[in-house]
């Protein structure tokens, strides 16, 4: 029997894909990094070695997720909320999957590196990973839940992992300058690494602000309270 | 009156007996730009339409209440020349409706109606009108050929070019793509889009993709009410009521 009580039902199963595999996607995103802690922990170079292995998944995922997009717009022409959802959630694979290729980034510097050498830039490496990793489980929340506000709080955090990034600057910058080749060598890849981790974190209030674009049709720089705009005030 | 207001409606009632089609309705249409009327079946567009040209005045049974000026004229006023009004507000309907007589006669018979009788004049008036209809170069040479023998597009536009000949200043269209095939609504939407610039147009449609990519402004009806009228990109991308928004996005039952 054809059920006429809801002419949208197939778009709106569709529409609940698309969020699903978005979903995915970000548990993808947050597995990468939930090995990149394992194999700082426990020294596993193999698991390491796995995280870049694994991003192919993660980049086909997120073409996917475009195809579907796509087809979407192309056949059910949606309007308002419907076209800013999938508009948004196109745009949030892309920033997802840049937060995924950061974990590659920290692969690749683990497998290069001994763990002896990192010292205590391990601890500040996963603290600020597990930052992110909350981060990035909120926007999803947000998002499912479409709380523009609660996504406004996602950007907030992302505060955080700028002050654990710009505090260690010195620290480094010093270390790169008075220390032999290997050891310099060294914290300029750790300043490197803590810089993708606060730019992952840059790619998480982007997604928070496509949360709040498909919520409420407005578009949002949550960014702009961000470093740049505390820098500028710090140095007046 | 507002510079570029074509027409400006306030709080117009219109009972037809005891049944109230249009509640309270106030808008402004401005010139130039292609305004459409989107909402479900019954909702009252066509009326509401109708009333802009007095076309209701034919039914007997409709009452009408508040005010619509054209040019800051009230239209309903006692001493206006309805068929005047009428060429001034030319209307195109859903179904094309030539005449059955040749393409020239049909393009020219407002104005011969009118008494215009010079030949030189009338084929001024012909071609002017199927060159602004984008319809000339098709049948340029078979003028004299019956109008019922084009397609369905070619009748559509041969109607738009039938009133445009009696230079209205403002064309009103009821669903006038419903029955073409999508080229020849294609053809009939650019058509638009080209007499906007000399023309005020009004145009009801139930085609949200229609509504989207011809007007400038759009307006949404439901049960005798407008509900939300603005820019067509804000309504598309963003509408401000949630009945809007259940509407176009296909929620609405
Ligand atoms: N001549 C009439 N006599 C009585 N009621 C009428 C008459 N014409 C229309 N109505 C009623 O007025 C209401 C509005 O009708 P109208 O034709 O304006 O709707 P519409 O929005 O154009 O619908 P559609 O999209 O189906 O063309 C409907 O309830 C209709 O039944
Ligand atoms: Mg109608």
């Known amino acids: ?82 076209l800013r959802r999938v ?98 060598v060294l914290a300029t890849q750790t300043i490197l690494i803590l810089k993708y981790l606060e730019r992952a974190g840059d790619h998480v209030t982007n997604i928070a602000e496509e949360v709040a674009y498909y919520v409420k049709g407005k578009t949002y720089e949550f960014n702009k309270s961000s470093v740049k705009a505390r820098y500028l005030k710090d140095n007046q | 009156m507002a510079e570029n207001n074509k027409f400006e409606v306030e709080n117009l009632d219109l009972f037809y007996g005891e049944f109230q089609a249009l509640k309270s309705i106030t808008m402004d249409i401005e010139a130039n730009k292609v305004t459409a009327f989107i909402g479900p079946s019954g909702c009252g567009k066509s009326t509401f339409l109708r009333t802009l040209n007095r076309m209701n005045d034919l039914i007997d049974t409709v009452r009408i209440d508040g005010e619509i000026k054209l040019d800051g004229q009230d239209i309903y006023k006692k ?16 179904k094309p409706n030539p005449f059955p007589m040749s393409i020239y006669d049909n393009v020219v018979y407002g104005p011969r109606a009118q008494g215009i009788k010079d030949k030189k004049k009338l084929d001024e008036i012909a071609e002017s009108s199927l060159r602004a209809a984008a319809l000339w170069d098709e049948v340029k040479d078979k003028l004299n050929k019956s109008g019922l023998a084009l397609s369905g597009g070619q009748q559509q536009r041969l109607c738009i070019a039938r009133t445009i000949a009696m230079k209205p200043e403002i064309i009103l269209m009821d669903e006038p793509t419903s029955a073409l095939d999508p080229i020849a609504t294609l053809k009939v939407e650019q058509l638009m889009e080209e007499l ?58």
């Open chain 1, 1 to 82: 029997m054809v059920d006429f009580s809801n002419p949208r039902a197939s778009f709106d199963q569709e529409l609940e894909h698309l969020g699903h595999m978005l979903n995915e996607l970000s548990q993808e995103a947050i597995g990468a990094y939930e090995q990149i802690k394992i194999a700082l922990q426990e020294n596993k170079k193999d698991v390491a070695l796995d995280v870049v292995r694994h991003d192919d998944t993660i980049n086909e995922m997120t073409e996917e997720i475009n195809d579907l997009a796509i087809l979407l717009i192309a056949r059910q022409t949606p309007v308002a909320s419907d």
């Open chain 2, 79 to 94: 001493d206006v020349d309805v068929t005047d009004l009428r060429r001034r507000v030319g209307m195109v309907f859903q």
């Open chain 2, 196 to 253: 906007k610039k000399e023309y005020t147009i009004v145009i009801v449609t139930h085609s949200m993709q229609q509504a989207a990519r011809i007007s400038d402004t759009t307006a949404f009806f439901l049960m005798g009410e407008l509900i939300e009228m603005g820019d067509t990109n804000d309504i598309f991308s963003n509408p401000k009521k949630q009945q809007t928004e259940d509407y176009i996005t296909g929620r609405f039952g």
């Open chain 1, 87 to 184: 508009i948004a959630t196109l745009r949030m694979s892309s920033h997802l999957e840049r937060v995924a290729d950061y974990a590659v980034n920290l692969a690749e510097y683990i497998l290069l590196n001994e763990e002896k050498d990192l010292g205590t830039y391990r601890d500040k490496i996963i603290g600020m990973i597990d930052h992110l990793v909350i981060m990035v489980e909120e926007v999803m929340k947000s998002y499912d839940l479409q709380d523009a506000k609660m996504a406004r709080n996602v950007a907030e955090m992302d505060r955080t992992l700028d002050d654990m990034y710009t505090s260690s600057l010195t620290e480094l910058f010093e270390i790169t300058r008075s220390e032999t080749t290997h050891v310099a």
